[in-house]
């Protein structure tokens, strides 16, 4: 895939601005499965992005499976929010961004889904990737999902 670096993130209120544009996606679900694709987040009339996936999913005994997944981005102050794609809207988490190490942007946030828990972080990097990290415990799930984006040209 032909990938190409953006121009900085600048700050937090800019980020859903840059996500614009079509991703390529590399995920890896830790003792589960590995993925690849594409992300694209497209802006919408009343504001937002909306984000949708489509990949490769390989489990680890050799299944391959075609996924996808669709979430609603907003822009709100230092940050984003992420809802699910369901009418009415229903919030996933909400994401303040602070500056780190090397001019890169972070922010993180739990959601309890049922009795399951998700801490979820966001890592924009200097060089134009970014990160998106779940960690997922409770009765029902356990595991560590780690996605690293670049743009593709």
């Known amino acids: 895939m032909n990938e190409t670096a953006i121009d900085g993130w600048g700050d937090a209120s800019e980020v859903t601005e840059k996500l614009i544009g079509s991703w390529s996606f590399n995920r890896l679900i830790e ?3 590995t993925m690849q694709g594409i992300a694209t987040f497209t802006a919408l009339n009343e504001g937002g992005l909306a984000y949708r996936e489509q990949g490769h999913l390989k489990l680890l005994d050799g299944t391959e499976l075609e996924a996808e997944r669709e979430y609603i981005f ?4 230092g940050g984003f929010e992420v809802f699910f794609k369901e009418n009415p809207r229903r919030l996933f988490h909400s994401i303040s961004l ?11 946030a739990g959601h309890l889904c049922n009795l399951d828990n998700y801490q979820s972080s966001y890592t924009f990097l200097a060089d134009g990737r970014f990160v998106v990290r779940h960690v997922v415990s409770g009765p029902r799930k356990d595991y ?3 996605t690293t984006y670049a743009r593709l040209s």
């Open 98 to 108: 602070s500056a780190s190490f090397g001019g890169e942007l972070s922010g993180s």
């Open 74 to 77: 907003s822009n709100s102050n």
């Open 144 to 146: 560590t999902m780690t």
């Open 31 to 33: 003792g589960q499965a």
